[in-house]
């Protein structure tokens, strides 16, 4: 079983719409959670943490978290082309070591 | 303020060849991490530096990878001898100590074995 699993996509949306990545994790006492916003050809970069259960809002961006479920979710309000990119999702163990997903692949269209 | 970097961008080089990647973190940075990813598939933990101290080296394939921080500042990485399952795109993130977890990962170097 993978440490942290996500669907590939690729995932399509309009513009405008509401775009939902979703991510599951195997350890169960994991404490931080991250989406990183990877760019083709570029490096990964940070657009959300999430340390507790519930929401964290950041402009268009919100990151859900259900730690009895395992589950981490993002969602993209307002989708713009240039959200199109591969969304990973991180988590950090107990031990400092951060595993990755293997990333969704969305498309905005406008 | 700087970015992490990486040197080289890409790298072409024959199995059995050595190659040495080199990652400055940012400034005052004293995790360094190191990670890869293979085509298709997940970015994967390789190593974990705190200033010149190897914290977890766990995730490194084999003895033929070797990675050094010497006085906590750069560090490389060397593949000796490379083989055709070590190509890939490795990544270097920094991040400071502390509640912060933020990881700032470099461009990647681009190593490709033939």
């Known amino acids: 079983q993978k440490e942290v699993e996500q669907n590939s996509g690729p995932l399509s949306v309009p513009e405008g719409a509401i775009a939902s990545l979703n991510c599951t994790y195997s350890d169960r006492v994991s404490q931080s959670f991250f989406w990183y916003r990877q760019y083709s050809g570029k490096s990964p970069e940070l657009i959300m943490s999430?340390?507790?259960?519930g929401d964290k809002e950041d402009g268009r961006f919100t990151a859900q978290l259900n730690k009895a479920s395992q589950y981490v979710s993002l969602l993209i309000r307002d989708s713009q082309p240039s959200d199109s990119a591969t969304y990973l999702c991180?988590?950090?163990?107990?031990?400092?070591?951060?595993?990755f997903g293997t990333g969704t692949s969305l498309t905005v269209i406008p | 303020e700087a970015g992490v970097t990486q040197f080289p961008s890409h790298s072409v080089i024959e199995k059995g060849q050595t190659v040495t990647l080199r990652c400055d973190p940012i400034s005052g940075h004293d995790n360094l991490y190191w990670y890869r990813r293979v085509m298709g598939k997940e970015i994967k933990f390789l190593l974990h530096?705190?200033?010149?101290?190897?914290?977890?080296e766990s995730g490194m394939p084999n003895n033929r990878f070797l990675a050094e921080r010497t006085g906590g500042t750069y560090s490389t990485l060397k593949v000796q001898p490379a083989e055709l399952e070590d190509s890939g795109v490795y990544f270097c993130?920094?991040?400071?100590?502390?509640?912060?977890?933020?990881?700032?990962f470099g461009p990647g170097t681009r190593l490709l074995v033939l």
């Open positions: 991180a988590v950090k163990n107990t031990g400092n070591q951060f595993y």
């Open positions: 999430i340390y507790s259960n």
């Open positions: 993130a920094s991040r400071t100590s502390g509640s912060k977890e933020t990881q700032y």
């Open positions: 530096f705190v200033k010149e101290s190897k914290q977890d």
